[in-house]
C-alpha cells in the first residue's frame, strides 16, 4: 500500500531554517508529481510547493517564493523541502502529497488533483 511519510519538523526560532522530508513508500514514485502543502492553525490548507516527476518543473506558492526550495531524489523514493528565513507565519502542519496525473504547472497548486497524503508534521516558529 503506498503511503507518505514526513519528519523534520518541529520549534524553530524566526529567523532559522528547517529540512522536511517525505519518504513514499509501497510504489514507485517516480513517475509522480509531488507537492507540499500546510494549515496553519485555524486556517485553510494552502499550497507551498510542487515538482514534477524527474524535476521537469518547479512550482512555490507566493509567500514562500525566494525562502524554501522543493527538490527530490527518485532514488530514495524522497521529497525534501528546504526552509530558510521562517517567520511566525509559516507555522503549520505541513503535509506531502502525490499524485500520477501528469498536472499542468497551473494545477500545481490544487490540492484537489493529489490522490495520495502524508499524515503531516508541526512546524513551530517562535522565539
Known amino acids: 500500500q503506498a503511503q507518505l511519510t514526513e519528519s523534520g519538523g518541529g520549534l524553530v526560532q524566526p529567523g532559522g531554517s528547517l529540512r522536511l522530508s517525505c519518504v513514499a513508500s509501497?510504489?514507485?514514485?517516480?513517475?509522480?508529481?509531488l507537492a507540499w502543502f500546510r494549515q496553519p492553525p485555524g486556517k485553510d490548507r494552502e499550497f507551498v510547493a510542487a515538482?514534477?516527476?524527474?524535476?521537469?518543473?518547479?512550482s512555490y506558492g507566493d509567500s514562500v517564493k525566494g525562502r524554501f526550495t522543493i527538490s527530490r531524489d527518485n532514488a530514495k523514493n524522497t521529497l525534501y523541502l528546504q526552509m530558510n528565513n521562517l517567520a511566525p507565519d509559516d507555522q503549520a502542519v505541513y503535509y506531502c502529497?502525490?499524485?500520477?496525473?501528469?498536472?499542468?504547472?497551473?494545477?500545481?497548486?490544487?490540492?484537489?488533483?493529489?490522490?495520495?497524503w502524508g499524515q503531516g508534521t508541526q512546524v513551530t516558529v517562535s522565539s
Open positions: 509501497g510504489g514507485a514514485f517516480s513517475g509522480y508529481t
Open positions: 502529497a502525490a499524485t500520477n496525473r501528469g498536472l499542468i504547472t497551473s494545477s500545481l497548486a490544487g490540492d484537489k488533483w493529489y490522490d495520495l
Open positions: 515538482v514534477k516527476r524527474a524535476n521537469y518543473g518547479k
